[in-house]
């Protein structure tokens, strides 16, 4: 292909109890056109990605030429038009899909016909955990176990019928400020409660029980109840979100977003109540993606 598109979905993760394991796509994306040519040009059409003064220092290029030496290959040059609807350190996945797109770059340039295991190796690899980039790269709510010998496995839920609901505040928090807030060890009977907990969401989510899974998933004790201070609005929102008729709130990767798991077709409503009452923040109704990472034709992509 001498021209394609490279479509990555946003992701939120942790999803209360699921502490670094699960992970749900959303309809954000960073999109790529790639369209190979002598020398390397990168064009950005988004405030939303970061700066950078040459190709060669873009992290994008420098995944994908790190993909390719991997398994001894040549990267093309190419030009790259870099689009993108994920807000940075948001807790939206934005590091997560910059990985993938890397990745399947340089799967496509150099012809590596990756699997879709050995994409979550190495994004897994490069994050340092698989919940964000499972969800990106195989789409929908994906439960992820990073095992022994790094072995990665996951289990993905077909269909969730509910709305999600994002807060995304004016505020970036990077992922290392909100890790350094948890502890280094829990007692074992936090951990069993912690995991009971995690175990009775995964479970009310696969039969539909919503209000309790709702329940389960704002009793995390991995993670929330550290950060929560960080958050911006955090209770308020949740309190708010739970008077509107949300199943639960909780943080989206982490943070400072959050994210409303809503009843079907609630999820409109829901947003512009909330608006008036947090008009700083960008309040969204978000699709789940259940694609995942695609790659087309601009042929395809016209259609």
Same mark, same amino acid.
């Given at each position: 292909?001498?021209?394609?598109?490279?479509?990555? @979905?946003?992701? =939120?993760?942790?999803?209360? @109890?699921?502490?670094?394991?699960?992970?749900? %796509?959303?309809?954000?994306?960073?999109?790529?056109?790639?369209?190979?040519?002598?020398?390397?040009?990168?064009?950005?059409? %988004?405030?939303?990605? @970061?700066?950078?003064?040459?190709?060669?220092?873009?992290?994008?290029?420098?995944?994908?030429?790190?993909?390719?030496?991997?398994?001894?290959?040549?990267?093309?040059?190419?030009?790259?038009?870099?689009?993108?609807?994920?807000?940075?350190?948001?807790?939206?996945?934005? =590091?997560?899909?910059?990985?993938?797109?890397? !990745?399947?770059?340089?799967?496509?340039?150099?012809?590596?016909?990756?699997?879709?295991?050995?994409?979550?190796?190495?994004?897994?690899?490069?994050?340092?955990?698989?919940?964000?980039?499972?969800?990106?790269?195989?789409?929908?709510?994906?439960?992820?176990?990073?095992?022994?010998?790094?072995?990665?496995?996951?289990?993905?839920? /077909?269909?969730?019928?509910? /709305?999600?609901?994002?807060?995304?505040?004016?505020?970036?928090?990077?992922?290392?400020?909100?890790?350094?807030?948890?502890?280094?060890?829990?007692?074992?009977?936090?951990?069993?409660?912690?995991?009971? !907990? =995690?175990?009775?969401?995964?479970?009310?989510?696969?039969?539909?029980?919503? /209000?309790?899974?709702?329940?389960?998933?704002?009793? /995390?004790?991995?993670?929330?109840?550290?950060? &929560?201070?960080?958050?911006?609005?955090?209770?308020? !929102?949740?309190?708010?979100?739970?008077?509107?008729?949300?199943?639960?709130?909780?943080? &989206?990767?982490?943070?400072?977003?959050?994210?409303?798991?809503?009843?079907?077709?609630?999820?409109?409503?829901?947003?512009?109540?909330?608006?008036?009452?947090?008009?700083?923040?960008?309040?969204?109704?978000?699709?789940?993606?259940?694609?995942?990472?695609?790659?087309?034709?601009?042929?395809?992509?016209?259609?």
């Amino acid at each position: 292909m001498s021209k394609f598109t490279i479509t990555i @979905p946003a992701s =939120s993760a942790n999803i209360g @109890p699921g502490f670094d394991s699960f992970g749900l %796509s959303l309809g954000l994306y960073l999109r790529l056109t790639v369209e190979e040519q002598d020398t390397w040009e990168v064009k950005q059409l %988004s405030n939303l990605l @970061p700066a950078f003064d040459s190709y060669e220092n873009h992290f994008i290029y420098m995944i994908a030429e790190e993909t390719a030496n991997h398994f001894n290959k040549q990267l093309p040059a190419c030009k790259l038009t870099i689009e993108s609807s994920i807000p940075l350190a948001r807790g939206l996945g934005s =590091s997560a899909s910059a990985v993938i797109a890397g !990745i399947e770059l340089a799967n496509q340039l150099s012809h590596l016909d990756l699997s879709i295991n050995e994409k979550l190796q190495l994004a897994t690899a490069k994050e340092g955990h698989p919940d964000n980039v499972a969800a990106s790269i195989i789409g929908g709510f994906v439960v992820t176990a990073y095992t022994e010998n790094e072995t990665i496995h996951y289990w993905k839920l /077909d269909s969730l019928d509910m /709305d999600m609901v994002t807060f995304i505040p004016n505020v970036e928090l990077k992922t290392t400020a909100s890790r350094n807030v948890l502890p280094e060890q829990y007692s074992r009977k936090q951990a069993a409660i912690a995991s009971s !907990i =995690s175990n009775l969401f995964i479970a009310a989510l696969i039969n539909k029980q919503y /209000d309790l899974a709702g329940e389960m998933m704002e009793k /995390d004790l991995f993670h929330e109840p550290y950060r &929560s201070s960080i958050i911006p609005n955090y209770l308020a !929102i949740k309190q708010k979100a739970k008077q509107f008729g949300a199943y639960g709130t909780v943080i &989206s990767g982490a943070g400072p977003t959050m994210i409303a798991f809503v009843p079907s077709g609630s999820g409109e409503q829901i947003v512009g109540k909330m608006q008036e009452l947090f008009p700083s923040y960008l309040i969204q109704k978000l699709e789940v993606d259940n694609d995942g990472v695609q790659v087309s034709t601009n042929k395809e992509v016209a259609e």
